[in-house]
């Protein structure tokens, strides 16, 4: 189960989770290496750490689900891109500010230090990091663009 350096692996375990408000989400758990989807869900801890399909974590309460279920691939609605727009969860007409608030909200959701002070593990935060790398990053391509627009009209 551990690694050389003590650390635990995890897989990556694509499902669906529904949440007790009727939202639905389609994005990965982590697992360890000898885990079930149903030791996760049944072990001690109250939270959840959730990759969305675009790459943001979240970390839901588990008493909030009112399911999860293993999917495949083939079922999975969406797949990770490299449009920034996609990233940002926005659609490409969406006024700057709305940018710029779901910028800000995407940031907020995958901050390292803010699943840092929740005590998760070093890998979450390392991957946590990365993500909010590739956000700071469709941001950034998404001012650019629409800097570069303006300039031509």
Known sequence: ???DDKKILKN?????????????????????????????M?????????????????IFLKRMMRS??????????????????????????????????AYHRRVQETHPDRLASMGLAPEFVRFAHDRTTRINDAYNRIKAQRRATRETV
């Open 68 to 101: 999860v279920k293993p999917i495949t691939r083939a079922q999975a609605q969406g797949a990770p891109t490299d449009n920034p727009y996609a990233i940002l969860g926005v659609a490409e007409n969406a006024s700057d500010a709305a940018v710029r608030e």
């Open 1 to 3: 189960m551990y690694g």
């Open 12 to 40: 990556k375990l694509l499902v669906e989770l529904e949440l007790d408000t009727g939202v639905q989400h389609t994005g990965h758990v982590f697992v360890g290496q000898q885990q079930r989807l149903s030791d996760l």
């Open 42 to 58: 049944n072990d001690d801890r109250e939270y959840l750490p959730f990759e969305h399909m675009d790459g943001a974590i979240t």
